[in-house]
T-cell receptor, first 113, second 105 residues
Framework: DVKVTQSSRYLVKRTGEKVFLECVQDMDHENMFWYRQDPGLGLRLIYFSYDVKMKEKGDIPEGYSVSREKKERFSLILESASTNQTSMYLC????????????FGDGTRLSIL | DAKTTQPNSMESNEEEPVHLPCNHSTISGTDYIHWYRQLPSQGPEYVIHGLTSNVNNRMASLAIAEDRKSSTLILHRATLRDAAVYYCIHRKLTFGKGITLSVRP
């Protein structure tokens, strides 16, 4: 079974801090994704990566950056955290962008105070 | 626009079949239709996907309309553990709000 592991289930940070969310997958998948999930808004794509060091903006990239130095690891970075970035963050990976399904981690609930 | 349209919520009785609809009128010829579900406090999990033909697996069946502009996820016998939010997508990167399925004992 594919396993996508997010480094923290719960995280509390302060406004203005630089925040790193880490995600690791163990199935050698080419593609990795970061979403945020808010009540009433569903899942919204922040960034995705289709190869090491390659990235594409999703629907809501503002205030975020990403890093993919190794195939199995995809990091989401909040350069200067703000309260409106309090949310559930979900990481996923997939073998292909078109046909194969995405496999999700259990999420990180991030609170910015 | 790659959005799908689903009802906000549906209710079912335990051990009865459930048909969850989805409209995807803007689907292109090469887009697969994927269904996921999300249980409370978990990330979404894959349920089923298909292109043109109806599909079955151990979790559910997927019925795809001939014009591919709509599909239906079928749970043959709902259980309490099937209570979840179900997402239908045809562009892998575009999730909507999903259908919240409630199952009555």
């Amino acid at each position: 079974d594919v396993k996508v592991t997010q480094s923290s289930r719960y995280l509390v940070k302060r406004t203005g801090e630089k925040v790193f969310l880490e995600c690791v997958q163990d199935m050698d998948h080419e593609n990795m994704f970061w979403y945020r999930q808010d009540p009433g808004l569903g899942l919204r794509l922040i960034y995705f990566s289709y190869d090491v060091k390659m990235k594409e903006k999703g629907d809501i990239p503002e205030g975020y950056s990403v890093s993919r130095e190794k195939k199995e690891r995809f990091s989401l970075i909040l350069e200067s955290a703000s309260t409106n970035q309090t949310s559930m963050y979900l990481c996923a990976s997939s073998l292909s962008l078109i046909r194969e399904p995405q496999h999700f981690g259990d999420g990180t609930r991030l609170s910015i105070l | 626009d790659a959005k799908t349209t689903q009802p906000n919520s549906m209710e079912s009785n335990e051990e009865e079949p459930v048909h969850l609809p989805c409209n995807h009128s803007t689907i292109s010829g090469t887009d697969y239709i994927h269904w996921y579900r999300q249980l409370p406090s978990q990330g979404p999990e894959y349920v089923i996907h298909g292109l043109t033909s109806n599909v079955n697996n151990r979790m559910a069946s997927l019925a795809i309309a001939e014009d591919r502009k709509s599909s239906t996820l079928i749970l043959h016998r709902a259980t309490l553990r099937d209570a979840a939010v179900y997402y239908c997508i045809h562009r892998k990167l575009t999730f909507g709000k999903g259908i919240t399925l409630s199952v009555r004992p």
